[in-house]
């Protein structure tokens, strides 16, 4: 039983991780999509200001990974994050798409 539990745990955590990376590897090409169809430079400022707006909001550390605003992606934390960092984001589009 307790074997059991011990798996459910860590195939949970896994498939996990597996989403959050799905996931922030769609904010990479929706950020490329959005390139496209407004502009590479469009598609920077924008998120340049969500930076911005992002050092008001702050999420409890407990909540950040999980939000597109403020997160550091330090550790282990960083493999749950379900949104890449606006700083990343933008240097993908300035290298010109996905990484």
Sequence with gaps: MVDDDFAQVVL?????????????????????????????????????????????????????????FGMRGTGLQRLFMSHPPLDERIAALQRGGLR
């Design 12 to 68: 949970g955590a896994l498939a996990t991780i597996i989403v959050m990376w799905f996931s922030r590897w769609r904010e990479f090409r929706a950020d490329v999509g959005g390139a496209q169809l407004a502009g590479r430079e469009k598609m920077i400022a924008a998120l340049q200001r969500l930076k911005g707006n992002s050092e008001a909001a702050k999420l409890p550390d407990q909540m950040e990974a999980y939000g597109i």
